[in-house]
């Protein structure tokens, strides 16, 4: 499906694509969850990530086919809104703004006060880290109101300050590594296995924001496929590197250094300098990510509201800076909320599972159109395996949902049962609106 109607003009080609994906994915949640894998797994948390990479694997090998086929805007929403129809997409929109914006935002700036307060242990006292949050999100929505340049230049020189520590850890320490660490004397309990696996996929969603831009890029039944798979193999090797630095320098010590496992590994590397240096990189990028949400999503919501599938109020501009600032003070509102009443784990368990049923829609969409025909479209890219592909990533995606508690499932029915009153709804008020005014 290719809407040339868009106004868009497709600049971006594999290079850009693959760059957009591998930052995109490798965020802030890696600087942490080393010790979270290490501290339940230890050195079988090396076959988590290999697991995850499988998974991720069969979904992005389902986004490459049907990210060639439908090359109009949107990503997940435009698949599943071709596959299943309106009110499918719609529901994926509100999970996607919801689950992996609001939730994942703010299970990303906990990440600032956990690495400060290793620097400075009055971060661990709640009311001091709320303040934080507080001063953070509004010093990032007054950033925005007034303009979205200063934000652009900012996060731009975040993701370099990124990338290269991340990089130093694995080049450097692996000198380090005792081979000692690297060994398990029994495995995991299955349930032990699969949440934790649950919680590390955390890392490695996120490659489909890129895909977003499927209108502005250059020959999509190529470039997303390519793109897809290039990205994916360098996100594994840096991730399964990182782990494999992190808990063969730290071992059985990495439940002392569980907010900060990968800063004990750059002490170890070149001093207290090191840590210092990985701590403020952690808190910096953590910073960047929020910023750069608030950036973007903001301007979803705000078209979204014209369109009639979000609330009209977030329609409004600011009359000076020509910026949607309702949208980005109620979605920066609503990042504050929740990172003050959950920590990292917590936020990001949910933020996961919300993922994992969005790319589940997605999965299950693929199979459809494989059925289906769509109008002036040639040759595309399939996923090999015929339906084994889409079959291993849905079983896959289930067994990881097992991992959630009562508390999570009920509380994501009750927010999908919401959206779907909110489009029924909406869906009511416009066909009223018409027939007033055609009366």
Request: hydrophobic share 55%.
């Amino acid at each position: 499906m290719t809407n040339s109607n868009e106004g868009l003009k497709r600049v971006i080609g594999v290079s850009g694509l693959t760059l957009s994906i591998i930052s995109g994915v490798i965020g802030v949640g890696i600087f942490v969850l080393p010790a979270t894998v290490g501290i339940s797994l230890g050195a079988f948390g090396i076959v988590s990530y290999i697991v995850c990479g499988v998974l991720l694997a069969t979904i992005m090998l389902c986004y490459a086919e049907i990210g060639s086929r439908i090359t109009t805007s949107g990503g997940s929403y435009a698949y599943v809104e071709a596959a299943f129809g309106n009110l499918a997409g719609y529901i994926i929109n509100w999970l996607y703004f919801f689950g992996w914006g609001i939730l994942g935002s703010a299970a990303v700036i906990n990440i600032v006060a956990d690495s400060l307060s290793v620097l400075f242990p009055v971060f661990t006292n709640p009311l001091v880290r709320g303040l934080l949050f507080f001063v953070m999100i509004l010093f990032m929505i007054l950033l925005n109101v007034f303009g979205a340049k200063q934000s652009v230049s900012f996060v731009k020189a975040i993701i370099v300050i990124k990338m290269l520590p991340l990089l130093g850890i694995i080049v450097f320490g692996i000198g380090y590594i005792k081979g000692s660490n690297l060994h398990w004397e029994h495995l995991p309990s299955l349930k032990t296995f699969s949440d934790t696996t649950l919680i590390l996929f955390f890392a490695f969603a996120g490659f489909e924001v890129a895909l977003g831009a499927s209108g502005e890029i250059k020959n999509p039944k190529r470039t997303v496929p390519l793109s897809i798979c290039i990205g994916g193999i360098v996100i594994l090797l840096v991730y399964i590197l990182l782990q494999t630095v992190a808990q063969g320098v730290l071992g059985t010590q990495m439940s002392i250094f569980k907010d900060a496992p990968l800063a004990a590994v750059a002490e170890k590397i070149i001093g207290p300098v090191g840590a210092t240096i990985l701590l403020l990189c952690a808190a910096l990028s953590s910073f960047g990510n929020v910023t750069l949400d608030i950036l973007c999503t903001p301007r979803s919501l705000f078209a979204g509201a014209n369109d009639g599938t979000f609330p009209k109020i977030l329609t409004k501009v600011h009359p000076k800076f020509a910026t949607p600032y309702m949208a980005i003070i109620v979605y920066g509102t609503l990042i504050f909320i929740f990172s003050v009443t959950g920590g990292f784990q917590q936020l990001a368990i949910m933020s996961s599972a919300i993922a994992l049923l969005i790319y589940l829609a997605v999965v299950l969409a693929t199979i459809k159109l494989r059925k289906k025909k769509i109008a002036g479209e040639e040759k595309y890219f399939k996923a090999p395996g015929g339906l084994v592909t889409p079959v291993v990533a849905i079983a896959a995606i289930v067994w990881l949902l097992t991992s959630l508690g009562k508390w999570e499932i009920l509380s994501t029915l009750i927010f999908i049962g919401i959206v779907v009153i909110i489009y029924f709804v909406t869906k009511w008020f416009k066909n009223k609106n018409i027939i007033v005014e055609t009366v």
